[in-house]
């Protein structure tokens, strides 16, 4: 679905277009509003539905750009998504604007906005929204600034948990946008941040509990820790495991977050939606990085469905690493 130059085109018909991030918006849907919208020729708004994280906004203003809050939303010829699927994320922009054209830029699992969309450039298999914007910019045939190419490798090495996951086009891709870049020192300040104690201490935890799997020469790390999930799936994957699966129990549910190997496995189609089938609930997110939420507590019973849907999915048994 990832249709780059029919974007292009449907973008370079239009004099006004509204870029729309989602909600606690993060650097990667950040980074690919601002590439876009300092490389489109149109008149641009980049508007936040629900305010933007720490680096985003921090990425924001060492580039002195402006995203506006929903009340300024305005009139615009074209919707422009970045990194959202569903309408949910983008609430309340979402309706409160009726453009002639809807598009979908996006490597999460396609959800209303990509069938309600007038054109999209989807691939769950990106790493990031971020590069799939600098191949729309590609075949825009134009030259992004670089402000807005130091957005979109901002947007890439942070969604790619620092080039961990990037495929290795997206990681010469990375190289071209930092090439005679002369705003490096955005990304280098982006990059100067330490982790708080607490991140520290889940990451540790995280790689302290961890059970370990082999499958021929895949690695899967997963643990069980009660916060910052996120953190413990990077923490796992930095180890030098290809799938990391961490389980929490939250609000009378199971939920799983993931990260995985560029090209090692597609977390929602081969893991997270067999499981909501199974128990009940939802999974999403992109081929690298997702989540599930299913309507059980049974922890074990879903570590066990887990290793049986890996099994099937790698097509060999997995061993317990002793």
Known sequence: MADHTAVAGTLEGHDSCLLVVHAQADLDTVGAAVGLARTLDSETRIVAPDGLKQRARQLVEALDETVHTPD?????????VLDAPSSDRIEPVWGAVTPETLVVIDHHEPDDLVEASTVAAVDTTAGATAALVADVIDALDARADSKARIALAAGLFDDTGGLAGASPEEISRFGEL??????????????EHERSFGQRVAASKAVVRATGYRADRTLVLTTTISSQQSVAAQAL??????????????????????RAESGSINLPEDLFEPLAAAFGGDGGGHAGAGVAKLE??????????????????LGTQLSALS
């Not at 300024?72 to 422009?80: E, F, K, M, T």
């Not at 930095?238 to 009378?252: K, Y």
């Not at 507590?297 to 879903?302: G, I, N, Q, R, Y």
């Open 178 to 191: 930092l090439a005679d870049n002369d705003r490096v020192d955005v990304l280098s300040a982006l990059l």
């Open 72 to 80: 300024a939303v305005g009139d615009a010829d074209c919707l422009v």
């Open 237 to 258: 994957r930095a180890t030098g495991a290809e799938i990391a699966l961490v389980f929490s129990e939250r609000d009378d549910q199971c939920w799983i977050v993931g």
């Open 296 to 313: 059980t507590t049974a922890l074990d019973t879903v570590r066990e469905e887990t290793v049986a849907q890996l099994e099937a999915t």
